[in-house]
């Protein structure tokens, strides 16, 4: 397996994002490429400076390339299996920039893309927690859960299957009330989770965690359930009309505000083969 991490060797962030791309290739046993778009020598020698600086086990090769960034981009990254982009910045201007940038090549990358979180130790975790968001209503409500416990097997990790209802709990003042009203959501969400556990059984039980149902929106409850995972999954599916644009919305939203690492998966291809 090999990945590709996009670096932007003028960036502060340039040495951070490829020490996560290589743990991440680490925990996969996999190779890790570095890229830099535009530039001259001395982008070049910085970029081959911070391949140099890579284990051993992980490191491989690094070059340059010249032209629009975003097509240069989808076209380099065409053999590999995975996408190492660092999407989330803190100046505002460079987050607005860069965070466009990331949603065009999460939208339309064939492979995918692996978005680690802003100052995390450089380690990916052994035995990760996985979160996978997965559309009850979809044609094919576990793709996306099977290409997952692909991702899970290799990492060594249980998948959590979660599913997210826009329907909320209101606001109760007496706790009483507030516990019973939370009792009848969970059973009127019942069937959902029971679907989500029928997925789930087609999963390996070294690798099958829980079934949970969500409240709220789904970029809000998807954030919400990244405080206490390791890495998120999420579907980037090719729709027209509208329903494309929601569902891009959504994994571009939780790309950029997502409390642990993200992996977003496409429909139309398959990354690895189980």
């Not at 706790?175 to 999963?203: C, M, T």
């Amino acid at each position: 397996m090999n990945l590709l991490a996009a670096i932007d060797v003028t960036a502060a962030s340039a040495p951070e994002v490829a020490d996560q791309g290589a743990a991440f290739a680490m925990a996969l046993g996999a190779r890790l490429d570095l890229v830099h778009i535009g530039g001259g020598r001395p982008e070049a020698e910085l970029l081959h400076a911070l391949v140099a600086r890579l284990d051993p086990s992980v490191r491989g090769s690094a070059f340059r390339l010249d032209g629009d960034p975003e097509p240069m981009l989808l076209r380099a990254v065409a053999p590999y299996d995975v996408l190492v982009l660092g999407a989330r910045r803190h100046g505002p201007l460079e987050r607005f920039v860069l965070g466009s940038f990331a949603a065009r090549i999460i939208r339309h990358a064939r492979c995918s893309v692996y978005v680690p979180r802003p100052g995390a130790v450089a380690r990916f975790p052994a035995s990760p927690r996985v979160a996978v968001a997965v559309a009850l209503e979809g044609p094919n409500p576990g793709w996306v859960l099977g290409k997952a416990c692909v991702w899970a097997q290799h990492l060594g990790g249980r998948i959590d299957a979660l599913y997210t209802d826009v329907s909320e709990v209101s606001y109760i003042r007496d706790p009483a009330l507030r516990e019973a009203a939370r009792h009848q959501w969970l059973r009127q969400h019942e069937p959902a989770r029971v679907r989500l556990e029928a997925l789930l059984e087609a999963i390996p039980a070294a690798h099958r965690g829980e079934a949970r149902v969500l409240e709220g929106s789904t970029d809000s409850a998807l954030v919400a359930a990244s405080r206490d995972t390791d890495l998120l999954v999420v579907g980037t599916r090719s729709r027209p009309g509208l329903a494309g644009k929601i569902l891009g919305s959504v994994a571009e939203h939780v790309v950029t505000h997502a409390h642990c690492a993200v992996l977003t998966v496409p429909s139309n291809t398959l990354d690895l083969d189980p």
